[in-house]
């Protein structure tokens, strides 16, 4: 079994590659979950969402999250109550965009979460509607929200995950971030760390999708043990994210924006980082951080790239 720790779109076309693999129908997803928001009482789970319609090949390809041919008519009839909401109150927002196909989703989530099940059985469920052939599971069924504290406005209490990236366009200064409730959470898929006989870390954002998976406890403890089985793909390639704010947020938040800045925040848990041949040069300085460097094309521009650097990682640790 394999067993993937993932983001959002990075994660979901890296899996692409993974499932592909003949052997590999046998894999785990273990999802971030820190992303999640409520927006119109609608429970709301991005990165289990991209991973679940990327896998299923419904995903829009040009945005990377939602569905292909969507159509927006809730969300533009929602704005005819923007002028009458009442200060202070958050119905009707519009910033966060939600197709009308993409709704039957949330829809079907929050009705089941009402009825008493847990997120893991919700994602089963949807995962298994989509014909997926891989088990997704959320890192945990209890609440972990991913809080943002901004740089440029000390003044101002922190904000969510989804306000700073997609109503901010994560287009201002962070001073710190941190998972709310991961103290107190229970990870999920720690079964599936223990038994994996390769453990990969897809090419998401090490400090805001990965990081919320590790801030639970004991998987740390798990990676640490198993470091041989576990090999990360760096999300960062020549210094910078190839979507989303990585980059930035590496340099903001005290860390190097490069292949060995990844290698610094891997290195107790992960064997081996696997690089972009555009970062060759850095090889060396990844392995003097302690892991194994293995240089390859990490740039997920078609199904055969894609599907070599997932044997590749496979590979590496198995
Ligand atoms: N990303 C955006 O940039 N803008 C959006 O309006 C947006 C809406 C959205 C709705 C449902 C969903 O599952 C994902 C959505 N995303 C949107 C993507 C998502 O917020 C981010 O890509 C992740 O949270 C980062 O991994």
């Known amino acids: 079994m394999i067993a993937v720790l993932a983001g959002g779109v990075g994660a979901a076309r890296f899996l692409r590659g993974v499932v592909r693999l003949p052997g590999a129908r046998d894999v785990t997803v273990i999802v971030n979950t820190g992303d999640d928001t409520v927006m119109h009482g609608l429970h709301i789970s991005p990165d289990i969402d991209t991973v679940t319609y990327t896998l299923a090949e419904a995903i829009d390809p040009q945005r990377g999250w939602g569905l292909a041919e969507e159509s927006w008519v809730a969300m533009e009839n929602l704005g005819r109550f923007t002028s009458v909401r009442p200060d202070g109150s958050s119905a009707g927002q519009t910033w966060f965009n939600l197709g009308d196909r993409d709704l ?85 898929g720690l079964d599936a760390l223990e038994s994996a006989e390769a453990i990969l870390v897809a090419p998401s954002n090490p400090l805001v999708s990965i990081a919320p998976l590790r801030a639970l406890a004991g998987v740390d403890d798990v990676l640490r043990r198993r470091r041989d089985r576990v090999a990360a793909v760096s999300p960062i390639v020549a210094g910078s994210a190839l979507k989303g704010p990585a980059d930035r947020l590496m340099r903001e938040l005290g860390h190097d924006p490069s292949v060995v800045g990844v290698a610094r925040i891997y290195a107790p848990i992960a064997s081996t980082l696997v690089i972009d041949e555009q970062d060759a040069a850095l090889a060396p300085a990844v392995e003097a951080e302690g892991m194994r460097c293995i240089v390859t094309n990490t740039i997920m521009s078609t199904p055969e790239i894609t599907t070599a650097l997932a044997r590749t990682c496979i590979e590496a640790v198995s």
């Open 104 to 188: 039957a989703t949330h829809l079907y989530r929050t009705a089941r979460l009402g009825e008493g099940a847990t997120l893991a059985d919700v994602t089963e469920e949807l995962a298994r509607a989509w014909g997926l052939p891989v088990r997704v599971v959320p890192m945990t069924n209890d609440r972990v929200r991913t809080m943002v504290t901004r740089a440029d406005n000390p003044g101002e209490s922190e904000i969510s995950f989804q306000e700073y990236f997609v109503k901010l366009r994560h287009d201002v200064p962070v001073k710190s971030v941190r998972f709310d409730g991961a103290d107190v959470a229970v990870p999920l």
